[in-house]
Nanobody
Framework: QLQLMESGGALVQAGGSLNLSCAASGNTVSISTIGWYRQAPGKQRELVALFHTADYNTEYSDSVKGRFTISRDNAKNTMCYLQMNNLKPEATAVYYC????????????WGQGTQVTVSS
């Protein structure tokens, strides 16, 4: 099993920065991808950034490229971060940590989410 817990959400002004953290526990060695999704009110959940553990490749949605950075603490193998710079009001959403594992690749693991609100 795998458990994920996010932290770091807050209210911030447009142009500001936030750093979200995701703490993974359980069978973290088998994680194949770990990343961040967000869901704004009335909208579908969407991918923000993804980290591939096999080759350290990263993926970003077009709307956050150049402003958001995903990283992972490889020494601890349990932490994933999302540095968000130059935040815009449209980034307001609940941000969820997501992970998949090699041993059950079709199963998504989710955290409980953390609220990010960007005021204009």
């Amino acid at each position: 099993q795998l458990q994920l817990m996010e932290s770091g959400g807050a209210l911030v002004q447009a142009g500001g920065s936030l750093n979200l953290s995701c703490a993974a526990s359980g069978n973290t060695v088998s994680i194949s991808t770990i990343g961040w999704y967000r869901q704004a009110p009335g909208k579908q959940r969407e991918l923000v950034a993804l980290f591939h553990t096999a080759d350290y490749n990263t993926e970003y949605s077009d709307s956050v490229k150049g402003r958001f950075t995903i990283s992972r603490d490889n020494a601890k193998n349990t932490m994933c971060y999302l540095q968000m710079n130059n935040l815009k009001p449209e980034a307001t959403a609940v941000y969820y940590c997501n992970a998949r594992r090699w041993i059950d690749p079709r199963r998504d693991y989710w955290g409980q989410g953390t609220q990010v609100t960007v005021s204009s």
